[in-house]
Each structure stands twice: as C-alpha cells, then as structure tokens.
C-alpha cells in the first residue's frame, strides 16, 4: 500500500496552511474549504506519492485535481456568503470576522465568473504566491498557458469590476 | 473617473498588453521588458490605468484570503503528526516560509505585529536603515535587477504605499551571501526606519523577484495588508513621491 514517509509527511505538514488557503480561495467558504483539505491529505494518504516528487507541488496539483473532480461530480459551486461562522482557533473580533468574511464571500463571487482553469492559475500566483513556473509544474501546463490564464482571469476582472474595489 | 478608466482600458487594451501587466504584476518580466513597460507606463495613461485597476483587483484577491490558512485540528492528525496550538514564533533564515504561516496568521489576526527578524522591533535596524535610506530615497520600484548597498548588499524597493495614518512605506528586498530578507521601511521624520523585517531563505535563484506573500503569508505581507491604506503606487504615482522627497 502506498503511503508517505516521514519527510513527506513533515513537508505535507507544513504547506498545510497554504493548502487550507488555496481551498478556500477555490471553494469560497470554510466548510468546503475544509473538506477539500481533508479528501487532498486522504488522497495523498491513499495514493502517495513518488519519493522524487516535491512534497508542495505534488499536494497542490492533487488539490487542484480533486477540486476538479468534485465540481464533475456534484456540479454545485457555492459562492455565497456563508451563514454559519465556524470557530477558528485565533479571536479576532467579531467586527474583524464579519468584514473578512464579507470580503472573502465578494472576492469568491468574482472569482467564480471566471473559468476554473482561469481561476486555479490565478489563485495560485496572486493568492498563494507561486511563481509562473510553480503554478505550471501544478497544473501540467506550459508556462505560456499560465500566463495567459492568468491575464485573461485579471482582463476579465477588470472589465466586469473596473477600478470600484478599492476600499 | 472610474467609468473613464473603464472605457479607456476598452479602447487601448489588447491582449498582450494584458499579458504583459500581469507578467509585471507578478514579477515575472525581465529587466530589459520591465524597463520598456515602464517606459510606456509613463507616456500611456490607459495603460497605467490598467495597471492600477489589475493591481487594485490583486491586492484585494490577495489579501481577502490572508488568513484563512488555519488548519482543523484532525487533519493533522490524519498525518500521524499533531500540532501544537501553542503559536510558535517562527525561526531565523526559514528554509521555507510555508510552514510560517499558520502562526503568522495567527499573530496577525490578534493585532500583534511580529518580527521574524529575533522579535526585534519596528527602529531596531539602525545599522540597516542607514544603507538603505538613500535608495528608498530615489529608486522606483521594480520587480527585476538590484541596487548594490555601500556593504554589497543587494537591494531592490518592490512596492510603495501610504498608511492608514498618512506615512509612506516601502516594501524591499535584502539579499546578502547568507540570507534574502524582505521588509517594509516608513518614512519617519525624513528619515527611512525599518517597520518589519522578516529574515528567510529564498527559493530559486538570486534574480527572481516573489511579489509580497510569495513564501506564504509572512509579517511583511500581514503588514502591508493591515497598514495599507489602499493600493500600492502606481509607477507615475511613485516618480513624484520620489520628486517630492516623499513629503
């Protein structure tokens, strides 16, 4: 049975803050966000991964792929505000959690008028900071595809959004 | 004034000048095309417009997800590893900023600004700020190529931004032999004084610029994202800061 050994594990540990991120920028709300955390770590757990792959890259792109996947199957994007706040481990206030969780439900909306290959590369650059190689080595694609994603996801932002997000 | 930048980004905007906008966006031209592009920035206001606009848009993309990195507690678990909900302050020169970002967020989400730097605080880089006042001083921001510091220091100011308080800060990159680090100086009663300092390793070679956040959610980027007034200067903006001796 596949499984991961000790320096994946580790490595898998720590990028799990980024990929909680990156799930939430996909999906727009915690609770998915959540879930597609958790089917990434049980498919990486499931399947792992070969010894020569770079522990990151190899999560983000199973990550990307079970997102995929999971919009195929149940077809149900939710991009709207959600009414349940789950209790996180920092205290912000409530003012400060209210106006975050506004934020991040307005951006998903936006997010979610783009296509989702679109998306991921955009997420991936302008959220999670890889870079255009990084992004590519993610999504199996060439570096030019990427770019073009990426510039075809802002071109269509800009012109639905303009410049009236600034706040 | 937004319905006009709209129409003019219509008019003069074709792909590749899209493309070309958020290759600069995020650091990814190269001198020779970041300085042509910025050369073209200055003579060509639709075009500068849209930069602002696709910055104004990333900025807010950026930082909406900030801090949502906090990981459910089972799925570590499901690792084999448990993690301790004791927020532990980060180490010096990082390998990697991934596994930062937990207690970055953490700190920031509590309004405590952290220093990755030996938790030294904001006035604690005399020695540093002197070397670079002088470059923050007159060097645009850019994403490619580095100045050289009197110690031989490379330095590159990345970004500029005004403060919920009015007071103009830089964001730069420090790389020296043993280390690359990232800060943010506020210009303070004339002088440059380093606000946040965040000591780490960076990957890939020395010429690849990361744009804020680039390792993950750091102070740095916490920073930024809780003390920007809005978005970072435009390249036109920046000049007459700079011509104004950032008064």
Same mark, same amino acid.
């Not at chain 1, 073009?148 to 410049?163: E, M, N, Y």
């Not at chain 2, 990957?203 to 390792?215: H, I, M, S, V």
């Given at each position: 049975? !596949?499984?991961?050994?000790d320096?994946?594990?580790?490595?898998l540990?720590?990028?799990?803050?980024?990929?909680?991120?990156?799930?939430?920028?996909?999906?727009?709300?915690p &609770? +998915? &966000?959540?879930?597609?955390?958790? *089917? @990434?770590?049980?498919?990486?757990?499931?399947?792992?991964?070969p010894?020569?792959?770079?522990?990151?890259?190899?999560?983000?792109?199973?990550?990307?792929?079970?997102?995929?996947d999971?919009?195929?199957?149940?077809?149900?994007?939710?991009?709207? !505000?959600?009414?349940? %706040?789950?209790?996180?481990?920092?205290?912000?206030?409530?003012?400060?959690? #209210?106006?975050?969780?506004?934020? *991040?439900? #307005? %951006?998903?909306?936006?997010?979610?008028?783009?296509?989702?290959?679109?998306?991921?590369?955009? @997420?991936? %650059?302008?959220?999670?900071?890889k870079?255009?190689?990084?992004?590519?080595? *993610?999504?199996?694609?060439p *570096?030019? @595809?990427?770019?073009s994603?990426i &510039?075809?996801?802002?071109?269509?932002? %800009?012109?639905?959004?303009?410049? @009236? +997000?600034?706040? | 004034?937004?319905?006009?930048?709209?129409?003019?980004?219509?008019?003069?905007?074709?792909?590749?000048? /899209?493309?070309?906008?958020?290759? /600069?966006?995020?650091?990814?031209?190269?001198?020779?095309?970041?300085?042509?592009?910025?050369h073209?920035?200055?003579?060509?206001? $639709?075009?500068r417009?849209?930069?602002?606009?696709?910055?104004?848009?990333?900025?807010?993309?950026?930082?909406?997800f900030?801090?949502?990195?906090?990981?459910p507690?089972?799925?570590?678990?499901?690792l084999?590893?448990?993690?301790?909900?004791v927020?532990?302050?980060?180490?010096?020169?990082?390998?990697?900023?991934?596994?930062?970002?937990?207690?970055?967020?953490?700190?920031?989400?509590?309004?405590?600004?952290?220093?990755?730097?030996?938790?030294?605080?904001?006035?604690?880089?005399?020695?540093?700020?002197?070397?670079?006042?002088?470059?923050?001083?007159?060097?645009?921001?850019?994403?490619?190529?580095?100045?050289?510091?009197?110690?031989? $220091?490379?330095?590159?100011?990345v970004?500029?931004f005004?403060?919920?308080?009015?007071?103009?800060?830089?964001?730069?990159?420090?790389?020296?032999?043993?280390?690359?680090?990232?800060?943010?100086?506020?210009?303070?009663?004339g002088?440059?004084?380093?606000?946040?300092? $965040?000591?780490?390793?960076?990957?890939?070679?020395?010429?690849? /610029?990361?744009?804020?956040?680039?390792?993950?959610?750091?102070?740095?980027?916490?920073?930024?994202?809780?003390?920007?007034?809005?978005?970072?200067? $435009?390249?036109?903006?920046?000049t007459?800061?700079i011509?104004?001796?950032w008064?």
């Amino acid at each position: 049975m !596949p499984s991961l050994g000790d320096s994946q594990r580790d490595a898998l540990l720590a990028e799990l803050g980024g990929l909680r991120r990156f799930c939430y920028s996909l999906t727009g709300n915690p &609770a +998915d &966000a959540d879930d597609l955390l958790q *089917i @990434t770590v049980e498919r990486l757990l499931e399947k792992g991964m070969p010894e020569d792959a770079h522990p990151a890259k190899w999560a983000y792109r199973v990550c990307k792929n079970a997102w995929i996947d999971e919009l195929r199957s149940r077809d149900v994007r939710q991009r709207y !505000p959600q009414q349940a %706040v789950e209790t996180g481990d920092s205290a912000p206030s409530a003012e400060h959690i #209210a106006n975050s969780e506004r934020e *991040i439900a #307005a %951006v998903s909306v936006m997010l979610d008028q783009l296509p989702k290959d679109q998306r991921i590369a955009l @997420t991936l %650059v302008a959220v999670d900071g890889k870079t255009y190689a990084e992004a590519a080595e *993610i999504m199996e694609v060439p *570096i030019g @595809t990427i770019m073009s994603r990426i &510039a075809r996801a802002r071109k269509q932002l %800009v012109q639905l959004h303009g410049t @009236t +997000d600034e706040e | 004034m937004a319905l006009l930048m709209k129409n003019e980004v219509r008019m003069t905007m074709n792909n590749q000048d /899209y493309e070309l906008l958020s290759q /600069y966006i995020d650091g990814e031209l190269d001198a020779t095309a970041t300085a042509q592009l910025q050369h073209r920035l200055d003579q060509d206001v $639709s075009l500068r417009q849209s930069l602002q606009a696709m910055q104004a848009l990333n900025t807010r993309v950026h930082a909406a997800f900030l801090n949502t990195d906090t990981v459910p507690g089972h799925i570590p678990d499901l690792l084999g590893k448990k993690q301790s909900n004791v927020v532990a302050f980060p180490q010096i020169n990082r390998q990697s900023g991934w596994g930062f970002a937990i207690a970055a967020s953490l700190l920031a989400a509590s309004g405590l600004l952290m220093f990755q730097n030996g938790g030294q605080m904001a006035g604690s880089f005399p020695e540093q700020d002197a070397l670079i006042s002088s470059v923050l001083d007159q060097a645009p921001s850019r994403g490619e190529g580095w100045d050289t510091l009197e110690d031989g $220091s490379d330095f590159r100011p990345v970004l500029s931004f005004q403060t919920v308080s009015g007071q103009w800060c830089r964001e730069y990159l420090l790389h020296s032999e043993a280390s690359t680090g990232r800060g943010v100086a506020c210009h303070t009663d004339g002088e440059w004084m380093t606000a946040v300092f $965040s000591s780490q390793s960076q990957p890939g070679t020395t010429t690849e /610029y990361r744009p804020a956040g680039a390792n993950d959610a750091d102070a740095v980027a916490h920073f930024i994202a809780d003390q920007a007034a809005s978005v970072a200067l $435009s390249a036109s903006e920046e000049t007459q800061m700079i011509a104004k001796d950032w008064q």
